[in-house]
């Protein structure tokens, strides 16, 4: 079994300076302390949690609250997390919330029957009562793709990437451009706002008829609200699905109807989930950057915990447009 003497050995270090380094102790060079934590990833050392937590009063365990039915972009944002996490020595528990009161109820009381160092919040919670016991026993917490009140959050700037995605398709030519949305998180509501917004930028009139909201953000969801859309009106040549899974499952109800993309319809998505590029078409979309995201939501976390003077409260990351083969200019 690899021990803290085996991995300051091949450093070149002293068994104190990788100890400060595995307990989020600071004054530690940087370049060392990167150093250490890709031994410690390479050579899978695992510190023994039992004895850190009775030396060091912590559990050495932080939660993670993710929706129950999480989609790609959440799996591959937490996933990252995990690894991100564990390379500092923590280990992690899940707690999974469905879209109802009743589930956000059952997630606070087992945060309060929990001994976390942290907590990591993916899910938007829709009870104020919530972030007020966060607040209250202050626990350390980030979040991450969304913002509320003054808890430190990562994500992007939501509103301006899908006004980027619409104006992207407006200079195809499109100004029949409909919106298919999901459950009402603040995402959602401010990735439609920059639809509008780009719609008025480009003189084409507001009309609620082109929004339609499937009820969540999944390719299931994605195909029967299409199907609706469908029966509503053919008269569009462009959707903003907003999400890439919403546009995958867009598609492949377009594709049933006969009806071609990006020929008939252009289709843009959000997100870039890793599938995006192996579709047929290859789906243009906003690029989060999830790893970037997952990394960065770790190391604040990790800051807090360890009591780092450098914690930022808020990080707002950089997005991309990726043009693929699902627009092409209106016909």
């Known amino acids: 079994m690899i021990s803290i003497k085996d991995i300051a050995k091949e450093a070149g270090m002293s068994p104190a300076t990788v100890s400060r380094v595995i307990n989020g102790k600071k004054y530690v060079n940087p370049q060392r302390r990167e150093q250490i934590l890709k031994l410690i990833e390479e050579r899978g050392y695992v510190p023994n949690k039992a004895a850190r937590s009775m030396v060091l009063q912590r559990s050495y365990t932080v939660g993670i609250i993710i929706p129950s039915a999480f989609?790609?972009?959440?799996?591959?944002?937490?996933?990252?997390?995990?690894?991100?996490?564990?390379?500092?020595?923590?280990?992690?528990?899940?707690?999974?919330?469905?879209?109802?009161?009743?589930?956000?109820?059952?997630?606070?009381?087992?945060l309060k029957a929990e001994k976390l160092d942290g907590l990591i919040m993916i899910h938007e919670m829709k009870k104020p009562y919530f972030y007020e016991y966060l607040e209250k026993v202050k626990l350390p917490v980030v979040i991450a793709t969304f913002c509320y009140g003054n808890i430190p959050a990562i994500h992007i700037d939501e509103e301006n990437a899908a006004f980027e995605a619409i104006s992207h398709l407006v200079n195809?030519?499109?100004r029949k451009i409909n919106l298919l949305s999901g459950g009402d998180f603040s995402f959602g509501r401010q990735r439609m706002e920059g639809y509008y917004k780009a719609l008025d930028a480009a003189g084409i009139e507001r009309d609620e008829r082109r929004v339609l909201f499937a009820r969540w953000y999944s390719m299931e969801y994605g195909i029967n609200a299409m199907r609706e859309m469908l029966l509503r009106s053919r008269d569009f040549t462009a959707l903003f699905a907003a999400t890439d899974e919403l546009a995958i499952g867009a598609i492949r109800a377009l594709t049933d109807e006969g009806i071609q993309v990006p020929e008939d319809v252009s289709v843009i998505g959000f997100d870039d989930i890793e599938i995006s590029n192996f579709l047929v078409p290859r789906l243009t979309t906003i690029h989060q950057p999830i790893g970037e995201i997952g990394e960065e939501t770790a190391l604040a976390l990790h800051r807090q915990i360890s009591g780092s003077n450098s914690v930022k409260q808020d990080r707002t990351l950089s997005y991309q447009l990726i043009i693929r083969e699902s627009t092409a200019k209106v016909n």
């Open 71 to 110: 989609n790609m972009f959440q799996r591959q944002l937490f996933s990252v997390m995990e690894k991100r996490l564990g390379s500092f020595g923590y280990y992690t528990l899940f707690f999974f919330v469905n879209f109802n009161a009743e589930s956000e109820d059952e997630c606070l009381n087992r």
């Open 172 to 174: 195809l030519g499109h």
